[in-house]
Structures are given as structure tokens and as C-alpha cells.
């Protein structure tokens, strides 16, 4: 749960940065301080549009005082006045809404206010988040690695990442034969923790909304086989986790170069990929052991009716990591001297226990894991409930535990489901006390604040399913506008979604391939009120919401991970099942 605080962030990765594209980024250089104002619109809206069933609202700045909504035809489908003038603090914005919710009718429209000011053309619709999901989960596709990748239009490249080796940090040497997984992020490297965590939130939508992800076409060299897309996609990432397993059951941290590369194509990276270890007996980690075994429980759940030899395996894996977890239950992990690539550093690794136990006892209902559960738990009032991240999983434990229809002998359940409520219900104030009607508090806007707005819709769809309420509903889809364009850049987070899309992630294959769009299907890490990179230090110190750019050198403010991209998918599963 508690992070390593390391402000000392890599010199290799500020290099990395730094390697980009030299044209593109001299250009950048040459221009004074990013001005992160200059993207803003007035209308602030869902590019994508609005579900026809449920509200649809618009936050717009400046002085309009009533708008109309007009169809394709141009004729007025709706018209209105706008709310109360409010001032919004996370983005310094003075805001008034739009509420549109009376329109129902599927179609084309655009909003206009009296300022004569018009939106870009949006839907009403009941598939209008259908492509979305379907690019935002296609993009894991785009981030394999060790295999030749083809999503058309040219993002493509040859299998990457072919070398492998042995870390002396992992206590073994030699040349190893693995490969797999998927890139974490706009570098190469590949990380146990967020590996685990990014595929058990994809396998959770799968478990929560399975009728729109069995039918969802991704186009991947499986498809037509005997999975649907959607599982082949995450067995892909399943199979290497599983190779990070040492024949004692411990599971090692990383595959990473030791620095990061340039801003490089994958298989123009050639350094060899290391398996790294602690550097000390056991080698291995707890929080990488305890998350492999929450992940490959799940995976035992999902894979059963299509492939019992797999599940099997995926939970024998379980087993032996959640064994060797309980002998090893404080190794935490520090990157060796010779390292820069990605921390993941915790130095509690209580909550990934917390969370293997929930997950093994759904999964199996062995008492074993009921009795670790049951002792690590909080009691009534001490379970505190927040949106889960890749640090802090014991949400995730909680929730595995009150979703299982075992019974419930520690009689935790409703206690659990008490408290995710209470916490929906404060996101639900938060989401009524701001101009853009997100959920994030000012202290939301941390690195990957994008990914926390997802993961913050996740405990509220999860609250939702324990005790229905569509307020909880409303809060989550506004996180979803909030992220394709409901907020102060008037600007879409997910490339190649929505009408004004952000253009530059940092993102190797984006910024390498010679393409100028952006990859897509890929969100944003979005605003930092922490800049920690030195294109994002370049920034004026403003309010939360406007501490973002988009420039691929910002890494602390606009690159791409897979544990960002999860929580999207999640969303978006929840949104195309209504
Ligand atoms: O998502 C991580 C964020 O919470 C941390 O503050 C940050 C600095 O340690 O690292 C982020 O994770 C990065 C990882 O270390 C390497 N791959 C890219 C990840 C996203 O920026
Ligand atoms: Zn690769």
C-alpha cells in the first residue's frame, strides 16, 4: 500500500524523454513554456455523445446564457437555459451546465449556445461507447510484446524483446527463453505488480459484464478460436506473468532492460530484456507473489468453461505464489543500483496479501484463505473502502470476498458492502460539488489522475452492484464524459476517440513509427499537480485540472499504461450494458 516515495526520479528516464524523435523534439524545445490554456474551447461536452436513457450534461465557460440543440437536419431538438454561473476550483474555470437529459432520441446533434458558439457534432445512442471499448481494450493488443503486432493502418511492428536474461538481482544467470506480456506503458519494460493488477481489473469486466465482452470482435491473430477475443487478449499477458514464476513458487518483479531505451520502435530496442530480483535470498518478491496469485485465482475463474487444463494451471501457479507469500510475507522491492527502468516500489505488501486470500477464496473456498482473510481485515467501521490503484489492491480483496456467493462465515460481507457504499457516496459529492461533475478531489490529480478518475467509476459500478443506485451510475458515466472531453481542455484523453483527441502520448511506438496520429485506443495519464518530468516542469503552476500537456516528453503528465487503460475498459464494459 504505501509507495516508495521516489522523487528521484531516473536519470535514464529524463534521457529517454529526451531521446525522442530529435526534429520533433528541438522544435518542441525551441518553443518557450508549454501553455497549457492554449487547448481550451467553451464548450466542454462527450465528444462521443450521450446513452439515450441516461443524463447528458455540458459545462461551458463564458458568459452564454441559453443554448438549443439542434439535429443533423439543423432543426432545434431542445432548448434551454443554462444553470447558475459556479465557480470550479479545480480548474480555476467559472462554469455553467447544460442539461440536455431531456432529449432522448437517438441521432446526430450539436449543442449552440446564444453566443452563437456551436459544439463539434455528438451522438445520442445506445452503441455510442461501442467503439470505444472496443479500441480501448484492442490497444493491449497494440502493446504486445515478443510477437509481430498489426493493427492496421500501419501500427505494426515485428516481434520485439526476443532476448532474455537472468539478472544476477534475481539469483540466477544465464540467457533464459521467454517472452510475452504487454509493454506497461510508453517504455518497453514489463512489471508483475501492474501487470497483475491491470489484467485482474480487465477480468473483473469480464466477470461483471460478460454479455457485451463475449461479443466483442478485436481483430487479433486469435480470433475465431476457441476463446472470445476478450480472454484471448489477457491469456496473452497471463502466459508471460506466469513465466516470471520461480520453481518455488515466488514470483520475480520485473522484465526490464536496465535503463529505459530511446524513443525507439520495440524491435529496434536490443538490449536484453532482465529478470529482476531483491538482490538477496529469497529473490523474489511479496508484492509481486501476492498480486501473481490474486490474478492467476481470477484467471482461474474466467478460463474454467473454456479451458479446464489452463484454469488449472493458472490456479495450481496461484497456490504455490500464495504459499510462498505467506513464508515471505515483508520482501519488498528496490530497484538494484545498476536499474532505471520502473520501480513499483511498496513497501507494504499487506493489501496484495489481503487481496490473494479474497481472491483465492472465491475462487476455491478453502478455509485457509477465509481464515488469513478474516484476521487481515478490518472489523465494521475499520474498513476503509477507496478507489484501488497498482499500490493499494485491498479494495479489490474486499470487494472479491463480498462478490463471492460462498457463505460467509466471517460475516464480513455486509460490513464490506456498508463501506463501499459509504465511499460511493462520498465520490457522488464530490462529482455534485464541481463545474465538470468528476469525482476527483483537488489531491486526485496525482500521476495517472486519468486512471484514478477510472478506478474511482470502478468502486462506484462495484457499489452499484451491491445495492443498486443510479446516482452511483451517473457519477461513473461522468468520469467516463470527464475523460472524453468534459473537462477544461475541451479535449478527448483516449487517442482516436472523439473529436479533438490528444496527439501526443508518451509513447515509444506512437512517436517512433513515422505515423502522425497517435496509436490508438490509449488513455492519457492526464493533469499532475506534481510535475515530476522536465517538459511538465516547464508548466506555470496552476490549478490541478490544468496541470497537463500534451507533449510526448511529459511523462509524469501524458503517457499511456496499461493500469490506466483497465479501469477505461471497465468503464466503458459498464456503459455499453446499460
Ligand atoms: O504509475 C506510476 C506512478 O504511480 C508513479 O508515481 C510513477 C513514478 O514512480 O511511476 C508510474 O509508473 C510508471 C512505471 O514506473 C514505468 N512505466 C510507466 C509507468 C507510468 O508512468
Ligand atoms: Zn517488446
Not at 506 to 513: E, F, L, T, V
Amino acid at each position: 500500500m504505501m509507495r516508495r516515495r521516489d522523487f528521484l526520479l531516473s536519470s535514464a528516464r529524463s534521457l529517454a524523454a529526451a531521446a525522442v524523435g530529435t526534429t520533433f523534439l528541438s522544435s518542441r524545445m525551441a518553443v518557450a513554456a508549454p501553455d497549457q490554456n492554449a487547448l481550451a474551447g467553451t464548450i466542454a461536452l462527450n465528444q462521443l455523445g450521450y446513452l439515450p436513457s441516461q443524463p447528458k450534461m455540458a459545462s461551458v465557460r463564458g458568459n452564454a446564457a441559453s443554448f438549443v440543440i439542434r439535429s443533423a437536419k439543423n432543426a432545434v431538438a431542445l432548448q434551454g437555459k443554462l444553470g447558475e454561473a459556479r465557480a470550479d476550483a479545480a480548474s480555476g474555470d467559472t462554469l455553467r451546465s447544460v442539461d440536455f437529459s431531456a432529449l432522448t432520441k437517438p441521432g446526430s446533434y450539436v449543442l449552440e449556445l446564444d453566443t452563437g458558439e456551436r459544439s463539434d457534432a455528438f451522438q445520442i445512442g445506445r452503441d455510442v461507447y461501442h467503439d470505444a471499448l472496443r479500441l480501448a481494450m484492442r490497444s493491449y493488443y497494440g502493446q504486445r510484446c515478443g510477437c509481430a503486432v498489426d493493427l492496421g493502418g500501419g501500427y505494426a511492428h515485428p516481434a520485439c524483446h526476443m532476448s532474455a536474461g537472468y539478472h544476477a538481482s534475481s539469483g540466477k544467470s544465464g540467457a533464459l527463453q521467454n517472452h510475452g506480456g504487454w509493454h506497461d506503458a510508453g517504455d518497453y519494460g514489463r512489471y508483475i505488480v501492474n501487470a497483475a493488477v491491470s489484467t485482474a481489473t480487465l477480468l473483473w469486466a469480464w466477470e461483471l459484464y460478460q454479455p457485451v465482452l463475449k461479443t466483442l470482435g478485436l481483430q487479433i491473430p486469435e480470433s475465431g478460436g476457441k476463446l472470445p477475443d476478450y480472454l484471448a487478449e489477457i491469456r496473452w499477458n497471463l502466459d508471460w506473468i506466469l513465466t516470471l514464476q520461480d520453481d518455488d513458487g515466488g514470483v520475480w518483479h520485473k522484465q526490464t532492460s536496465l535503463q529505459f531505451c530511446g524513443f525507439i520502435m520495440p524491435q529496434a530496442d536490443t538490449l536484453t530484456s532482465y529478470v529482476i530480483g531483491t538482490g538477496e535470498p529469497a529473490y523474489k518478491g511479496t508484492c509481486a507473489s501476492a498480486d501473481f496469485a490474486a490474478v492467476m485465482a481470477v484467471a482461474a475463474r474466467c478460463y474454467g468453461s473454456y479451458d479446464s487444463e489452463y484454469a488449472k494451471r493458472c490456479l495450481d501457479a496461484a497456490r504455490k505464489a500464495w504459499a510462498w507469500s505467506v513464508k515471505h510475507p515483508d520482501v519488498t522491492f528496490h530497484n538494484p543500483p545498476d536499474v532505471g527502468t520502473g520501480e513499483y516500489g511498496d513497501t507494504d505488501c499487506a493489501d496484495e496479501m489481503l487481496w490473494a486470500a479474497g481472491e483465492l477464496w472465491r475462487t476455491t473456498g478453502d478455509d485457509e484463505y477465509e481464515k488469513f482473510f478474516a484476521s487481515a481485515a478490518g472489523k465494521g467501521d475499520e474498513i476503509k473502502i477507496a478507489a484501488p490503484d497498482w499500490s493499494g489492491v485491498s479494495p479489490l480483496g474486499y470487494w472479491s470476498y463480498a462478490l463471492s456467493e460462498r457463505k460467509d462465515a466471517a460475516g464480513l460481507r455486509s460490513a464490506i458492502q456498508q463501506a463501499t457504499v459509504k465511499a460511493a457516496e462520498s465520490l457522488v459529492a464530490n462529482s455534485n460539488s464541481n463545474g465538470y461533475d468528476n469525482t476527483l478531489t483537488e489531491t486526485d490529480y496525482v500521476w495517472g489522475s486519468n486512471g484514478v478518475a477510472g478506478n474511482q467509476a470502478l468502486l462506484l459500478l462495484v457499489a452499484n452492484h451491491f445495492h443498486p443506485d443510479s446516482s452511483f451510475v451517473h457519477a461513473a458515466l461522468n468520469n467516463l464524459h470527464y475523460l472524453l472531453g468534459r473537462n477544461c481542455f475541451s479535449l478527448s484523453w483516449v487517442t482516436q476517440v472523439g473529436t479533438r483527441s490528444f496527439q501526443h502520448p508518451h509513447h515509444r511506438p506512437s512517436a517512433a513509427d513515422g505515423i502522425t496520429a497517435p496509436w490508438p485506443g490509449l488513455l492519457s495519464g492526464g493533469p499532475n499537480r506534481r510535475p515530476a518530468d522536465p517538459v511538465a516542469k516547464t508548466l506555470a503552476m496552476a490549478p490541478p485540472m490544468r496541470m497537463y500537456v500534451d507533449d510526448s516528453g511529459a511523462y509524469s503528465m501524458n503517457e499511456i499504461a496499461i493500469n490506466w487503460n483497465a479501469p477505461l475498459v471497465f468503464l466503458l464494459a459498464a456503459a455499453n450494458s446499460l
